[in-house]
DNA sequence: ATTGAATCGATATAATAATATCGATATATT
DNA sequence: AATATATCGATATTATTATATCGATTCAAT
């Protein structure tokens, strides 16, 4: 796995943020300046946490009067690197992978799914055939840096050892498997059912 | 939220070593025992923690020997309240709900998704129309326990309302927005947008 | 039986993350 | 101009999580 000195869990509250930023300025124009303490509570964090998290992306903030919400969103922006755009492609495109590939939420994040691949053949439109031949081609036009893994399990290895000798910088793995991969490239795994369960046994753990 | 004592990164390995153990079960039968060493250095996490994290739910360890796999997954199972079904209900059958409500990797840990429900018509079977009647229905049949969202996310409070007022007991939520519930419902938020951005944000701060 | 190797559990230490405290500063009010 | 108040940033403290160390236990080999 990448390196990197940024406290894990300050990345996963960034986009959150962000997210909270946007609507505060979609919704509330009016409202050019807002301070920790809002922030803090209508998302539920520590007002110094707040603080801190903040300065590590925009040291702006004034006493008395908060942040600016604009430049805030800014910073956070520039810090997620919404503005350089990043090419992503999905593997496998059964139930799940169809609804990534049509999500249309990323781009808000300067992402972008440039193509889609299955090794069987379907309706939705503008899917290839995964074949290292043709996922090379995409790879010569655009440059790919996330691939997400949408097949089933089984294929799972060999769909990333294709793509990791493209070049693949970093994989978004659905597939319920560990995938092996050389250290330099970075692995984030989703599994829904791990998802469910957790909340599962915290419902049983309440009783 | 429902408080729970159970160290909350330990929760989210749980699932890892149960699916881990599983096939380990399936793919090497003749393996009766294994160690934190071997178990570690699959899962890649450090050699005590795993000791640590198994003590937490099975004290059956032997010096020499190891841990017995089929009494480690039936301990985990326990653990995560597998053996228990729990019914689920999804509301928003788009693209994510439909991959949702037809995902198969969830009976494993003892979750059933028992009704989804739209307020658009589809062409998706056993969907039905959402209305607090319609919903009120199927909680008259099972105990109904986790709500999953996946309407879009101006939707995504009003039908929570209705919900909490049936008594759902815990919420997973895939629209990207705070909801709204009272202290003791568990809400668990899962935007997948942040995490891509997430993903792309290492990339970013790595080079 | 004795010794050696593998492995465990328990305790101690270190690393990471969250929270509390407090002086400094910017505006509003008198 | 002086004072009060909100709010910030920095530093200190506490809580949580992960890792290292070490004695104890179990089996295998002599």
């Known amino acids: 796995m990448l390196q990197h000195a940024v406290a894990k869990t300050l990345l996963y509250r ?7 930023l946007m609507d505060i300025h979609e ?10 303490k809002k922030i803090s509570t209508d998302l539920e964090l520590g007002e110094v946490q707040v603080r801190k998290d903040l300065s590590r992306v925009c040291d702006k903030g004034k006493p008395k009067i908060g942040y600016n919400v604009l430049e805030l969103i800014t910073h956070l922006q520039d810090y997620l690197g919404c503005n350089q755009i990043q090419y992503a492609i999905v593997i496998g495109v ?3 992978g169809s609804a990534i590939y049509h999500y249309d939420g990323f ?6 799914i440039v193509a889609g691949y299955d090794k069987k053949e379907n309706d939705i439109p503008n899917i290839q055939f995964f074949s ?6 995409v790879f010569q036009t655009h440059r790919i840096e996330i691939g997400i893994i949408c097949v089933p399990k089984e294929e799972a290895q060999e769909v990333v050892d294709v793509l990791v000798s493209l070049g693949i910088k970093a994989i978004w793995n659905f597939a319920p498997i560990r995938l092996k991969v050389p250290k330099h490239i970075f692995v984030q795994n989703e599994n829904l059912a791990y998802s469910l369960s957790i ?9």
Chains 1, 2 share one sequence.
Do not use: D, F, R, T
């Open 107 to 112: 781009k808000k994040y300067g992402i972008e």
């Open 199 to 207: 909340i599962s046994s915290i419902i049983n753990h309440s009783q």
């Open 27 to 36: 919704n509330e124009p009016s409202l050019s300046h807002i301070s920790s």
């Open 14 to 20: 960034i986009p959150m943020y962000l997210e909270y």
């Open 132 to 137: 290292k031949e043709n996922v090379m081609k």
């Open 94 to 96: 059964g139930k799940l």
